[in-house]
């Protein structure tokens, strides 16, 4: 059993429990997700947020069920909490919350009104767009339990208001359909049909975007409780609406079952290892073309840089090789001119990272290398060598290899192609244009790769040999800097000068991108000590490195505001906890003690998404976490240095 614990001195604070988020993926992109407390602070927040044909599309269907008790005596307590756009919080359920907990993954709400405790638990049909939400009388009684369904059918991006036409509902015999898009079950339902107007959500609030939005309130379920024991249940799911899924209490039941499961494949080592793999396990979806990653919930999709940087972590440290073998056959298949897609977010496949194929070949010769799978090697050789190919001739976005060094640079007008993508007003924050010193760490131990797997299976190695011992050459004499640590960008274009401009410069920034050189199974270089404790010093926070030292030009310590404002510090001092990883390889290889490394990670799962690691830190103490709070990379990288 793996359990997160909050007790009265956090269910009862509605500040604490605001803060702290839980998530029940259906592992197909969609989800569950609210806070301790009840309050929905995100637009996001809901039961039933089904995926459509990618995991970004996705909708909210049923977005609470607000429980009310009615006493014999006809008295009535609500235990709902919602907050209004005159910014009322009302009913305060939440100071009757005895204690929340993740059990086995899954969330379970205890409230206590006397004697009375009343139980919820919550599940997701893996697999399919179906929710379960259990009550539970565990004392007290009897009493009658009324939940008000309200609901929408909208974007999960956006909101739905009163001025447009209600949701469609269609009313059936235990319950309803909405907008013939999802269907709601259970007992003694009574219709209603009217809007609630002005419900706010707090984070979005603070994230500058709009925070309001009108839910209709279809109906209510009402059923008695007796006694211990006796429970009321409520199903909502999408899709095929004439298949009735099995009782909530069975989904729940399975949901425990799979999870204890999932944690076993992975072998934990410990609590915490065992609360990673579990975590890992919501970001592993199946769509209509097999397995994929989702990259953050509640609002990222797939995109190839963050599967391939979690591949390890996510795949090869949970026991699922072999979904991660039709993964990476499915993603070598979108290579085009020596590229791999990036994301279908957008609606369109798109080809613009200087980095994610590289972190593909990376996945893949550690698929093979903890696996002995060479098969697969054989399998995507070629595709491997095409890679290396690609580069050496030159691809998109000025993507190529520079003929009098061997080095690989890249750059674009307007675009940024390397992880630190940021744009503002459709400027790029961070183009780093030239030869980035990770995309360059990443090109070396590519070719390397390509290299070893050709020996490993008999194959012809092609370009890759001859390239890799150009490109090593140069690294180790170009991006080192007088004072110890790397460039950060050799040959980028000089600020007074647009890009492609005559003049050049080396950027000696001090970012944690050259922590890959130090890092990677083929690195360019070996790790000093002295130079990774200074880096150490000018980066390192309780969650991660930042992505600027703090004494660096236009370092932005707190990634807050709206999101002109959040995509300008995103990689301007923001902490970025994936990079542990690489902080902790290079330090490990240079003989450092790394243990201290990750006790603010351990300290970082019980809050903001709960049993999970999130995106992002503000740069500045005290690294209050930010972004989205439940992260793909983040998790993987975690986990895999805990492993390793």
Request: charged share 20%.
């Amino acid at each position: 059993m793996i359990e997160i614990g909050f007790g009265p001195q956090v269910c009862g604070q509605l500040s604490t429990g605001a803060s702290r988020e839980w998530l029940v993926p259906d592992g197909r992109g969609g989800y569950a997700m609210g806070t301790v407390s009840g309050l929905r602070t995100r637009r996001y927040h809901g039961l039933l947020v089904v995926a459509g044909d990618t995991p970004a599309s996705r909708r909210l269907g049923l977005a609470s069920l607000d429980a009310a008790i009615t006493f014999p005596t006809g008295a009535q307590v609500r235990l709902a909490t919602h907050e209004w756009q005159s910014g009322v919080v009302d009913p305060r359920g939440f100071e009757l919350l005895e204690r929340f907990d993740l059990v086995d993954g899954l969330p379970r709400w205890r409230w206590r009104v006397g004697d009375l405790v009343i139980e919820r638990e919550l599940a997701m049909t893996y697999g399919r767009s179906c929710v379960a939400v259990v009550h539970r009388l565990i004392s007290g009684g009897p009493v009658r339990l009324n939940l008000a369904a309200a609901c929408t059918w909208r974007d999960a991006h956006g909101e739905r208001r009163a001025d447009g036409p209600a949701p469609r509902t269609e009313q059936v015999a235990d319950g309803a359909v909405v907008e013939g898009a999802y269907r709601l079950s259970g007992p003694g339902w009574q219709p209603a049909g009217q809007w609630w107007h002005g419900v706010h959500h707090r984070e979005e609030a603070v994230r500058g975007l709009h925070p309001e939005e009108d839910l209709w309130h279809a109906g209510t379920f009402s059923a008695e409780l007796f006694g211990p024991g006796d429970t009321v249940s409520v199903l909502a799911w999408a899709g095929e609406l004439g298949e009735q899924p099995p009782p909530a209490t069975e989904i729940v039941t399975e949901a425990r079952r799979r999870n204890r499961a999932v944690v076993a494949a992975a072998k934990p080592a410990d609590p915490v290892d065992a609360t990673l793999a579990l975590a890992a396990d919501a970001f592993v979806v199946q769509t209509a073309n097999g397995p994929d990653v989702v990259a953050g919930y509640p609002w990222f999709g797939a995109w190839s840089r963050d599967t391939m940087t979690a591949y390890e972590g996510l795949f090869l440290h949970t026991g699922r090789a072999d979904e991660g073998r039709e993964l990476l056959r499915s993603y070598a298949a979108t290579l085009s001119e020596g590229m791999l897609a990036n994301t279908a977010d957008t609606g369109r496949v798109e080809y613009n990272t200087a980095d994610a194929t590289l972190w593909f070949l990376h996945a893949v010769a550690r698929h093979v290398e903890l696996t002995s799978d060479t098969d697969l090697a054989d399998e995507l050789l070629p595709a491997l060598r095409a890679v290396v190919d690609g580069h050496l001739a030159g691809t998109r976005y000025g993507i190529g290899v520079d003929p009098v060094d061997g080095l690989l640079t890249q750059g674009a007008t307007g675009e940024a192609l390397t992880w630190m993508d940021a744009r503002v007003y459709g400027i790029a924050v961070t183009p780093r244009a030239g030869k980035p010193v990770e995309v360059n760490a990443l090109w070396i131990n590519a070719l390397a790769a390509v290299g070893e797997l050709a020996g490993l299976v008999g194959g012809d190695p092609g370009a890759a040999p001859r390239a890799h011992s150009r490109a090593l050459a140069s690294f180790r004499d170009r991006f080192p800097t007088p004072a110890g640590w790397l460039y950060d960008v050799v040959d980028a274009p000089a600020p007074t000068y647009p890009l492609g401009g005559a003049t050049q410069h080396d950027d000696d920034l001090v970012r944690p991108n050259q922590l890959l050189a130090w890092s990677l199974p083929y690195a360019p270089l070996e790790p000093d000590p002295a130079t990774l404790r200074l880096l150490g010093a000018a980066l390192l926070t309780p969650l991660g490195p930042r992505s600027l030292a703090p004494d660096g030009p236009g370092f932005l310590g707190r990634h807050r505001g709206g999101p002109a404002e959040r995509d300008g510090a995103y990689h301007q001092g923001t902490v970025w906890p994936w990079l542990l990883g690489p902080y902790v390889d290079a330090a490990r290889r240079a003989g450092m003690p790394t243990d201290d490394m990750l006790i603010g990670i351990d300290s970082h799962l019980p809050e903001f998404g709960l049993g999970s690691v999130s995106e992002t830190a503000d740069g500045l103490a005290p690294h209050t976490a930010t972004g989205c709070p439940f992260q793909a990379w983040s998790v993987a990288e975690v986990l895999r240095i805990r492993r390793d």
